[in-house]
């Protein structure tokens, strides 16, 4: 069923829907999910050989929508998304983490963020690429014999960002609404911002981590999705939030109602710090993504909202932000991972990518106690920032200090350079994300419009932590003020290809 005379709407219909609209199209019985799912496929067979962003399909849903039991109940019962190829597992589904290491995992288990997908009615229908263990923001990889690289649907030329790129391009170009997304430096926010996308990471504690991870060592990561509208957003943290019974180190309170009902009640005027610097790094953010957030902050002042600048020093002690940040982030868990393999330390630089490799590499430098105090330094950052939103409602900056790069370019981890230099410049890039995995703050990033090469750039706005309700809200009224900035058809899309 991939004629498009035998597709139950036109592509501009399909693209103009976002997940709700299209799960209630579905509920009023004017489409049925297998229908949608049709429709995701042709989706897929339009655009994807110029994005490369899908790994596979799942024959079994494409046969049956039903097939992994989504609940009718859910709010978005019928919507379909892409699985990420990393982090929470699907049962009798690949997961291979872009690397060879992995090549052919079929997963045993079913993880919790999964059974949340399927409560909200969601339907994993294929599976979308990641950089190897997603550790950057250009989804590039060559585990599979040949170099796959995942373009970015407004300049193919362009990275739809990563680590959820794949999801990304996808949802952008209109495939589908929505799909899961995961971020540890900015892995959900950093492909929203370089797609026209909202990209929400929750706060440290929301959302269930995969049942073989250790929530303190991967404390910096959270799950979730890539939109094209706030409230689809809303609408899937309603569900992602539901953890097993004992299921984590970080009890946080359940939200106190809907956050997607919430949105129908604007923010009351809220205190907004802006901030554009240079958050510890040494080289300043590009002028054209300052001029879109000052933008975003004229539209705030204009909704009543009281924005003021404020220095790089009243957030936090950067050299302690950056010791431990980058700490963790070369001696993460996801290296050991080749070691329980049974790869042989000499084996390594056959078996990953250059820069994967000379993460494992440098790894080896680093002693027990470079990591306790890298622990240390997390609570402090924690509660430097705890205390700033004791004073502030919202932090407005950046998501992204650069505009989007080229393709396989000086992100992707297929380069063969020093690390030193390969990371100085990834965290230069990520300056503003990276400190909300640290601290485990909610952040949203929004779309701000476009620069003069036509590529978007997105905003970001942070709360404290568990104040995923006031970042959404302020998301909505913005959305609701600058439609144009949000799910905007990019020149490959699946009503023109």
Known sequence: MTAQHKLPMSWSEWFALDGVDLADLIRKGKITTNEVIAQATAGVQRVDSELEGV????????QNADADSPNRSGTLYGVPIFLKDLGSRMAQRAQ???????????????????????????????????PEFGMTFDTSTNYLGTVKVTRNPWNPEHTPGGSSGGSAALVAAGVTPISMASDGGGSTRIPASYCGLVGLKASRGRIPMPLN???????????????????????????????????TF?????????????????PQQMKIALSTGRWGRDVECDSAVVDKILAVAHVLESLGHNVQ???DD???DWDLMWNTYITQWICGPHLPVAQLHGVHPTEMEEMFSPMVFRHFDKAQSYTTLDLLQAMAGTNTITRSFGSFFENWDILLCPTHAIRVPVANGPYSLLRDEPLESWLARLVDACRYTMPGNEAGLPGISIPAGVDNDGLPIGSMLYAGQ?????????AAVIEAAKPEWFAQMPPINVASA
């Not at 991967?218 to 509208?229: K, M, N």
């Open 96 to 130: 291979e983490s872009g690397s060879r290491l992995l090549r052919g995992n079929i997963s045993d288990v079913t993880d919790p963020l999964i059974n949340n997908y399927l409560r909200a009615g969601l339907i994993p229908f294929g599976r979308s690429t990641t």
């Open 55 to 62: 790994l596979e399909l799942f024959e079994d849903v494409g």
């Open 213 to 247: 991870h250790s929530e303190y060592t991967l404390r910096h990561v959270a799950e979730g999705v890539v939109t094209r509208t706030v409230r689809d957003s809303a609408a899937v943290l309603d569900y992602l939030h539901a953890k097993p019974v004992g299921g």
């Open 466 to 474: 568990g104040r995923e309700d006031l970042i959404l809200k302020l």
């Open 309 to 311: 600048e404020i220095e």
């Open 250 to 266: 970080y009890p946080m309170a359940s939200p106190q109602g809907s956050y997607l009902e919430s949105l129908t009640t604007p």
């Open 314 to 316: 009243e957030l936090c």
